[in-house]
T-cell receptor, first 111, second 115 residues
């Protein structure tokens, strides 16, 4: 059982569409990170959210941390083929700083 | 390019064998982390070293061991290999020893195939 559940597991859309992927848990985190991993490469950190309710924007990507700090979402506007990849969330637990990854959402954006 | 290097990129071996994966962290980073990524388990944290000392342990099997050397490079040793050990193994590095407190930079990974 994953500590962090990511949905959907797979997502295939056309260029220009909008999408939202989710990262949910029953645990409270001190912070949550989002990564993108492209084929043949390691994950790359996109953003870290720390405060409940926090919203961060990175160009066409909008990240939100839930008020209770148990969940997060990633919204992509006008998706492009370059957004294709595996999106991973990782929650950092209070106290021991244990960091756990979700299984990821595999996004394919077709031209 | 994250600045983290891993060798080899691919490794094919047989069950029962022993292999060593190598990682060089970014210049100036003192922490090294090892992760295993498989299709059914996702990215699993194995172990962390900070400045030569073990700092945290995750889901690392007893057949696996790691160390960090004085020059800060790290090696992950996998022994008595089983088919289920086939996976991508990633190394990451960061400046401090506190997970989640700073950015982890991941290497390109080593793909291990056990036949």
């Amino acid at each position: 059982t994953q500590l962090l559940e990511q949905s959907p597991q797979f997502l295939s859309i056309q260029e220009g569409e909008n999408l939202t992927v989710y990262c949910n848990s029953s645990s409270v985190f001190s912070s949550l990170q989002w990564y993108r991993q492209e084929p043949g490469e390691g994950p790359v950190l996109l953003v870290t959210v720390v405060t409940g309710g926090e919203v961060k924007k990175l160009k066409r990507l909008t990240f939100q941390f839930g008020d209770a700090r148990k969940d997060s979402s990633l919204h992509i506007t006008a998706a492009q083929p370059g957004d294709t990849g595996l999106y991973l969330c990782a929650g950092v637990s209070r106290g021991n700083n244990d960091m756990r990854f979700g299984a990821g959402t595999r996004l394919t954006v077709k031209p | 390019d994250s600045g983290v290097t891993q060798t080899p990129k691919h490794l094919i071996t047989a069950t029962g064998q022993r292999v060593t994966l190598r990682c060089s962290p970014r210049s100036g980073d003192l922490s090294v982390y090892w992760y295993q990524q498989s299709l059914d388990q996702g990215l699993q944290f194995l172990i962390q070293y900070y400045n030569g000392e073990e700092r945290a342990k995750g889901n690392i099997l007893e057949r696996f061991s790691a160390q960090q050397f004085p020059d800060l490079h790290s090696e992950l040793n996998l022994s008595s290999l089983e088919l289920g050990d086939s996976a991508l193994y990633f190394c990451a590095s960061s400046t401090t020893g506190t997970r989640g407190a700073d950015t982890q930079y991941f290497g390109p990974g080593t793909r291990l195939t056990v036949l």
